[in-house]
């Protein structure tokens, strides 16, 4: 295998450091695997001049040409899938495994999204004779774009897949704790031949380069990923300046088990996702609300299976669950696991941090919590599962509505009335049934209420970074 990449920047088409860095640890040995450069307010700048003239440029290549460099990037990604997982799994822990499927999954976001550069499609309006009302969809402008660290390439995928396939440029500000996934994709579209200042990337201090490059003239977009909390003050700081935001924020997924579902295969498949990715992941099944009358049958398959979970490195054989991604994770989750107890939950398993080097906490499934607790509200963002018993898929839906999240929802069912009733009222932009799978490429991906707003993927994918100009022309002035 080759080693860590060394940290870099990119701007305007060229590979740079600066003396200011921050470490990047492995989080299964919580030991320095690189030193990464840090951009400041000269950086920024050259990112943002960059930005503008890379629009200048790339707005005015046709789609065509767009979509075929686009793949041509994608194709390489491919072909390097095992050097970028490598990087991945050192620098997040994620199982080796899993970070193969997630360098696929991010070339498929590109592969989608270039096949969308050629469908954004006007329309003629009927008009009078001698005039014309038609619609255009255009790039947006040059896009600032901020990626979180538990899906180290594929996220900032979505992102630089949308705002390249509409025509975009983009300043893509990638998660400080996992540079290299991002890293594999500017390689990756520098050698495919994008134009110098199409795509850029830093890293730095989030706080610093959000409200360096937000409030720029150049900036006509906001994209991020991350927490509401964070979210909020991004908004907040592009609102001042009348910059659209598209926001991928934070969840607390619920799962609906109703009495008529094959139990085991229901609870075997729910622990199996649960723990994928140690549970930092946006769409995690985390709070189980269960027929009663299925409920102690659900719990125990459930528990068998968390406690058969393989954890360990993620370059280790038959791991399926690597660590978290750092120290205050770790304390995150024992804080919830305690005021969980503190309140009357049960701790079926789990529920510590393990005696090993790294960052490392134990499959987790805290059973009957009441709805007064921090985890019932608060998304954990860790290998923390809570199964609840309900008396009716009513009783169930009102639990999952409960949370200001509403991003991923799940449901197990065989029934088409039940399937009817989620439909309708079950508060998420995405609803699975009978699985779960939560968002692919051909799919639109995004929140309601305090989750966010706008979608990435499916057709609706490029919607956010395009704007809608109506032309009206007279053959005659009137």
């Known amino acids: 295998m ?105 070339a498929e976001f590109f592969e989608w999204d270039a096949g969308e550069a050629v469908r954004t499609y006007g329309r003629v309006i009927p008009s009078a004779p001698g005039v014309r009302y038609i619609v255009h969809h255009q790039p947006i402008g040059p896009v600032a774009a901020f990626s979180p660290w538990n899906f180290p390439m594929s996220q900032p995928a979505r992102k630089v897949a949308g705002a390249l396939a509409a025509g975009c440029s983009i300043i893509l500000k990638a998660a400080e704790e996992t540079p290299a996934g991002a890293m594999h994709i500017a390689r990756a579209f520098a050698d495919a031949g994008l134009p110098r200042g199409v795509l850029n990337l830093v890293f730095g201090v989030p706080d610093d380069v959000s409200r360096h490059l937000i409030p720029s003239d150049v900036t006509r977009l906001v994209a991020f990923t991350g927490s509401t909390a964070v979210g909020r003050h991004l908004t907040g700081l592009a609102s001042d300046h009348m910059t659209p935001v598209l926001m991928e924020l934070g969840g607390h997924a619920p799962v609906i088990v109703c009495e008529d579902t094959d139990v085991d295969a229901a609870a075997t498949s729910s622990a199996t996702r649960k723990y994928r990715n140690a549970g ?54 024992e804080g919830f696991v305690a005021d969980a107890r503190s309140v009357g939950a049960d701790v079926v398993t789990g529920g510590s941090r393990m005696a090993r080097d790294g960052f490392f906490f134990e499959p987790t499934v805290l059973a009957q919590v009441p709805a007064n607790a921090r985890v019932m509200q608060e998304e954990p963002f860790g290998p923390l599962a809570i199964i609840n018993s309900v008396d009716s898929i009513d009783d169930a839906i009102d639990a999952a509505n409960s949370v200001p999240y509403g991003l991923a929802a799940y449901a197990f069912t065989n029934r088409s009335d039940y399937a009817d009733l989620l439909t309708d009222r079950v508060e998420a932009g995405n609803l699975s049934i009978n699985t779960l799978e939560a968002s692919l490429p051909e799919t639109p991906f995004g929140g309601v209420k305090s989750s966010g707003y706008g979608r990435e993927g499916g057709s609706e994918g490029l919607h956010h970074y395009m704007v809608v100009k109506n032309l009206s022309h007279s053959m005659k002035i009137v």
């Open 2 to 106: 080759t080693q860590y990449p060394e940290p870099q920047l990119y701007i305007n088409g060229e590979w740079c450091t600066t003396a200011n860095t921050l470490t990047v640890l492995n989080p299964s040995t919580g030991l320095e695997i690189g030193r990464l450069p840090i951009a400041g307010p000269n950086e920024l700048d050259e990112a943002l001049a960059a930005a503008e003239a890379g629009f200048a440029i790339w707005r005015q290549t046709p789609p065509k040409q767009r979509a075929d460099l686009i793949r041509a990037a994608a194709a390489l990604m491919r072909e390097r899938q095992d050097e970028i997982a490598h990087a991945i799994t050192l620098e997040n822990g994620k199982p080796y495994q899993q970070a193969r499927l997630e360098v696929i999954r991010g």
């Open 280 to 333: 930092q992941v946006c769409t995690s099944p985390t709070r189980f609300f269960v027929h009663r009358s299925i409920y102690e049958q659900f719990l125990d398959r459930f528990v068998t299976r968390a406690q058969q979970i393989v954890v360990g490195d993620g370059m280790e054989p038959r791991v399926e669950m690597g660590p978290v991604a750092h120290a205050r994770r770790v304390d995150a989750l």
